[in-house]
């Protein structure tokens, strides 16, 4: 055993920690020495999501001992920053989250903080709503949104209602890494700071994202529109249905079988609407009953997914790409027609989506900024614009969308009252949100995109990936599928570089440790390391004109081929 692992090891077994987990690490000691190194390697770090990890015992899992020390920096932290702070602390289904935002409110208090905590689970966008209305000064949700059964995690939020940016987010961790024991902590004794929140707040919640809505009307007139939804086990189900019903809708079918919250996820694999395998539920539902659009939410309800009849009559699911366009063509397209478009209105996407967002914007005359991976960067961007600039709507590829600045994370509640109203929309005028995708098409052209994943566990994982991404950038492809690469943005550098000519520019964005390669006929590969999962991302973004609609499948299969080849190129598949 590596002598500050065991080092760490007996710091647990001769500390302030409760029985039952000395004994389990005597257990691993004996059972499963691979596993308890495993555990206590290292710390878990804030990562772009906050604290995420499998449950169990030791420093690089989560547990009462990890969340209570977390706490007690972040505690400290917004002490030194306010003075007198109030935070608001929400949860998902998972197993031990309850658990957690308990122990988290108990920390909070007992550091005479005032703290909100709702009486059960609730979708994490009305936490980051809950730190805005409430006034709050931080504020925590414990989650680990769509990743597998054994995970759990906590996101950190800051008083606008977003995730930490710097230099916060280095702040905690620098206070959090000041937590040496869990003598440190203080576990008691202020209870009675506490309140619990729960339904007046989801009335103001709800009342924000029904205030969301472009056409009532038209929601009105389409209040038959067939919707299946699944919450996939998770918080979506205290809220959209109810939404749905405020906005209108009278013909809503959830699929039973995930209707319930259950940390285990008993029907789906991953609990990821991004999964086809976690919709097929769904979809069999809507092809049953054949309905107009399938929605689904993750376990926290931030992202969102759609299933929609293509134009063979098939039930599919758009990606997040698809998804994001639409939705950000609508707001732009709806406001405009209903004359609420404001001549200062904006969007904000992230790098690595579709840049046929950028294209939507600038030809109807608005601006569209890329941020780095993450709401908390559009979130940024928002307090940067503030009093300038009308924000109206986020996204990003990963089935995310943050709607009307109220607030400040992304959002699955309210992106599927928007999406069903963009069906009924569609809908009044005899199409489906399938045609409108391709008359989209149609106009900005055929633009393809797709991810691949690399999983890199393990204690070596982290290194092989760091590996990867030093090879990327020490030694760049010059040309990919028989293109040249012109252009390498790297972003932990800062720097951008045409390869063909050797000029440089500065890359006006924080540090993040992300490469994206572009060539000469309009191609973008991005590689990425996961913020919260073991892995490197390599999102691929392909595009052609499509000269009418009747060469939709022929133009897909052109652009899925080529990210074929490229992919196997890189050794990807």
Known sequence: MDVAIQQKIDAWLSGNYEQPVKDAILQLQREN??????AFYRN????????????GIGTNRMNKYTVGMATQGYANYLKQCFGEVKVAIAHDCRNNSRFFAETTANVFAANGIKVYL????????????????????????????????EYNGYKAYWDDGSQLVPPHDKNVIIEVEKIASVDDVKWSGGEANITIIGRQMDEAYMDMVQGLSVYPEVCAAQHDLKIVFTPIHGTGIVLVPEVLKRFGFTNVHIVEEQSVPDGNFPTVIYPNPEETEAMSMGLAKARALDADILMGTDPDADRVAIGVKNHKGE??????????????????????????AQPNDMVVKTIVT????????????????????????????IRQAEGKENYIIGGEESFGLMIGDKIRDKDGISAVALCCEMAAYE????????????????????????????????????????DMMENYRANPPQAIDGKPVEQLLDYQLQVGKNLLTGQSWAIDLPKSNVLQFLLADGTSISARPSGTEPKIKFYFSVNTPLANAGEF?????????????????????
């Open 33 to 38: 020495p691979d596993e308890l190194a495993d």
């Open 44 to 55: 878990l770090e804030f990562g772009t999501g906050g604290l995420r990890g499998i449950m």
């Open 118 to 149: 709702f009486e059960a689970l609730r979708p994490t966008p009305e936490l980051s709503f809950a730190i805005r209305h409430l006034g709050c000064q931080g504020g925590v949700v414990c989650t680990a949104s769509h990743n597998p059964k």
């Open 315 to 340: 039930w599919v699911l758009l990606n997040g790409n698809q998804t994001a366009m639409i939705a950000f063509n609508y707001m732009i397209e709806a406001r405009k027609a209903k004359g609420i």
């Open 354 to 381: 579709t840049q046929m967002i950028d294209a939507i914007a600038k030809a109807n005359g608005v601006a569209c900024y890329n941020v780095l991976t993450g709401f908390k960067w559009i979130a940024e961007k």
């Open 427 to 466: 809908k009044a005028r005899g199409r489906s949100l399938f045609d409108k995708l391709i008359d989209l098409y149609l106009q900005y052209g055929f633009y393809k995109e797709s991810l691949i994943n690399v999983v890199k566990k393990g204690m070596n994982g982290a290194k092989e990936i760091a």
């Open 553 to 573: 499948d022929a133009t897909e299969k052109i652009l899925n081929e080529k990210i074929d080849r490229i992919a196997k190129e890189m050794g990807l598949k």
